[in-house]
């Protein structure tokens, strides 16, 4: 009896095990297909610098668009296609999309910066720049892009990532810590890797209210300033904490509060009516 309870359980086991490789596998392809078929979409949302009133530039969001209409958001997908050699023609097409896309906007406002994400991995390997440096070539408007690179996912080769961050450098593009306060960062982090910006995560936006949090947001607005980099806030919901964090001196802010992620059409008419001298955000401010 005994043998054959240990048994059934190991049958269990390795059938759940053979089941979840599957789904995975199932994902992977679908993400593959969704890829070719052009379904893996750039949406964009909004960075403002709520000082000026001015736009920033915007940050380019995956979504799976499926051909129904339904809408997935990363949150699904993101982890499979990041763990995967997929991520690299994604992240391409991505940026591929955003050139395409916001040419005409960028030709006319070449201070406007588009935000891509990229991961550990395009820094440990020069497939990224490679490409990166052959549209610089073509006369493409790459120094237009800033990469951001997640504080949550630890950087193994430092010695490759110096030297693929001095490419994107030559480039003109600039590097943003996505996530900070989150992971691996810290000063000589930011220190070793050069980046241009910090990105605020929503966590210390969401907790402004309490006294511990705040603290932990104070040390990183004065880490910033001693470093001479400037902050970005995600995640802001509310014109009290809109307000808030430009009083820390925290001008560029990222949230629903201005805008949600949108496809390029609203995104362009976004754009149009923020370029007016009478928009939301300097109303906002009022
Ligand atoms: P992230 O890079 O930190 O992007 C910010 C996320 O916060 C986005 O979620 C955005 O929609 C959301 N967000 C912005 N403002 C607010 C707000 O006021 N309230 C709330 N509740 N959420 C807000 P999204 O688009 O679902 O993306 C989630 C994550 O997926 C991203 O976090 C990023 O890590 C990853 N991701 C998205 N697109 C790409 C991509 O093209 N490549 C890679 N490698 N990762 C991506
Ligand atoms: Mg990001
Ligand atoms: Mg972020
Ligand atoms: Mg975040």
Not at 46 to 57: A, C, F, L, R
Not at 118 to 143: C, F, K, R
Not at 227 to 252: D, F, M, S
Request: with cysteine.
């Amino acid at each position: 009896w005994a043998g054959m309870v240990a048994l059934a359980f190991w049958l269990a086991i390795f059938f759940a095990v053979l089941s979840y490789r599957q789904k995975q596998n199932s994902l992977l392809n679908r993400l593959q297909n969704a890829l070719q078929s052009g379904e893996l979409i750039s949406f964009y949302q909004p960075i403002i610098n709520v000082d000026s009133g001015e736009m920033y530039g915007a940050e380019a969001l995956i979504r799976w668009v499926k051909k129904d209409g339904s809408i997935i958001s990363p949150g699904y997908f993101i982890d499979e296609l990041e763990s995967s050699s997929l991520i690299t023609p994604v992240t391409l097409c991505l940026i591929r999309q955003v050139l395409d896309n916001l040419s005409g906007i960028l030709n006319q406002d070449p201070e406007l910066k588009i935000s891509v994400n990229i991961v550990p991995e395009h820094l440990e390997h020069p497939h990224l720049l490679d490409a990166l440096e052959s549209m610089a070539a073509q006369g493409e408007q790459v120094q237009s892009l800033s990469l951001e690179i997640t504080e949550r996912q630890p950087i193994y080769d430092i010695a490759s990532a110096k030297i693929q961050i001095a490419r994107i450098k030559a480039l003109g593009l600039t590097l943003k810590l996505d996530d900070a306060g989150t992971g691996y960062g810290g000063i000589s982090y930011l220190q070793e890797f050069d980046f241009d910006y910090i990105k605020i995560d929503k966590m210390f936006v969401d907790t402004l209210h309490f006294d511990k949090a705040s603290s932990a947001l104070d040390a990183q607005i004065l880490m910033a300033g001693h470093l001479n980099l400037p902050l970005i806030a995600e995640g802001v919901e509310t014109k009290k904490q809109a307000l808030e964090l430009l009083q820390r001196g925290v001008h560029l802010q990222q949230g629903y509060l201005f805008a949600k992620p949108m496809p390029l059409d609203d995104f362009i008419c976004f754009y149009q009516e923020a370029t007016k001298p009478d928009n939301i955000v300097r109303k906002l401010r009022r």
